[in-house]
């Protein structure tokens, strides 16, 4: 059974930093696109950041030079790093891994940036 699971949400003031992790079981984690996703109250789920097998990132416009998407295959792990943080940035945050037709979530982790 896969399971992804994040960690590190929480609440910080405007300016500050937070890091994510998402663990992963059940699966071969170095074949997989990982990728971090974000869903604020009533708005869509957006792609904040993405990372291939080969370590190849693509970030949304909103977050580049801000957050740092980073992967450890050793530790089935895959990581945020946010900085500079901004009240927009307030969402919950969702893991997400995918291979061909495999596409799995974790259950999402709260992030709120006070101002």
């Known amino acids: 059974q896969v399971q992804l699971v994040e960690s590190g949400g929480g609440l910080v003031q405007a300016g500050g930093s937070l890091r994510l992790s998402c663990t992963a079981s059940?699966?071969?984690?170095?074949?997989?696109?990982l990728r971090w996703y974000r869903q604020a109250p009533g708005k869509q789920r957006d792609l904040v950041a993405t990372i291939n097998t080969g370590s190849s990132t693509v970030y949304a416009d909103s977050v580049k030079g801000r957050f740092t998407i980073s992967r450890d295959n050793g530790k089935n792990t895959v990581y945020l790093q946010m900085n500079n943080m901004k009240p927009e940035d307030t969402a919950v945050y969702y893991c997400?891994?995918?291979?061909?037709?495999?596409?799995?979530w974790g259950q999402g982790t709260q992030v709120t940036v006070s101002s």
């Open positions: 059940g699966l071969i984690f170095s074949l997989y696109t």
């Open positions: 997400n891994a995918f291979y061909y037709n495999s596409n799995y």
